[in-house]
């Protein structure tokens, strides 16, 4: 018994040793490559990861087929009419201003912004007759601040655009707008089109270039294929489409 007990305490010895340095081991190792590793750097921005999408092309395929009313691929019911190029352009003031209302709006729908109701998915109206064209960007609901009523609106609950400007105080100008773009752009035969507009307020491709109520020149062919600038390009011109002369000092106040 007596020599059992220097044993069991020189046994303790040895394990109460060998915790210690584990413990010593695991607190100096990491404090020297901490001192190897230098200055706390600044974080590394994550990339985005395949399931999000890159900021400024967020908005480029919003729009999904099953958001609209009608199918993408219906064919216009008979009797329809249907949107021409001359109707689109002609509700424009230049290439990329916003279309005037080419019908009634009363006071009452003008105060409760009710145009989204038809035009966030589209769909037949009896009313006219023909579809509604969709809005490519439907969270904006204050639409009269860009869309107004326009002259040939028979009844229209607000004041529609005139069309002499002489007899209102407005001086005769001889600005021109710009040419419409020319269609088929593409960089080789074959290719996929150019897009010939800018891409603000106007992400949506499916809301312009698909479905019954889009003009036919405009129509795509492959409505099932929503990520429309997986192949599709803004066209890059060098000139901007206004240019405006800086104003010259004549030597007086500024």
Not at 174 to 188: F, G, K, N, T, Y
Not at 216 to 245: G, I, K, Q, W, Y
């Amino acid at each position: 018994m007596a020599r059992q007990a220097p044993l069991l305490t020189r046994t303790l010895a040895i394990g109460l040793a060998a915790v210690a340095m584990l413990l010593g081991v695991a607190v100096v190792v990491p404090a020297l490559l901490d001192w190897r590793a230098g200055p706390d750097l600044p974080p590394v921005t994550r990339m985005a990861s395949p399931g999000e999408p890159i900021p400024a092309e967020a908005l480029a395929f919003r729009i999904r087929p099953g958001d609209l009313s009608v199918p993408l691929d219906a064919e216009p019911r008979e009797g329809a009419r249907p949107r021409t190029m001359e109707a689109y352009r002609s509700l424009r003031a230049y290439p990329g201003a916003p279309p005037r209302i080419p019908h009634e709006v009363s006071p009452e729908q003008s105060r409760a912004n009710l145009c989204n109701a038809c035009h966030a998915g589209g769909g037949y109206v009896p009313r006219f007759g023909a579809y509604t064209p969709v809005t490519p960007h439907p969270e904006f609901s204050d639409c009269l601040q860009c869309h107004v009523p326009d002259a040939g609106a028979v009844g229209a609950g607000l004041a529609a655009v005139p069309t002499d400007l002489s007899g209102v105080g407005w001086a005769p100008t001889d600005w021109v707008p710009s040419e419409w773009p020319e269609l088929d752009q593409r960089a080789m035969p074959g290719s996929p089109l150019w897009i010939p507009h800018e891409l603000r307020l106007r992400e949506n491709c499916l809301a312009c270039h698909a479905g019954p109520s889009a003009v036919e020149e405009l129509r795509t062919t492959h409505p099932d294929r929503t990520d429309c600038r997986s192949c599709h390009m803004p066209l890059v011109t060098e000139e901007p489409t206004f240019t405006r002369p800086l104003a010259r000092s004549t030597g007086g106040d500024s």
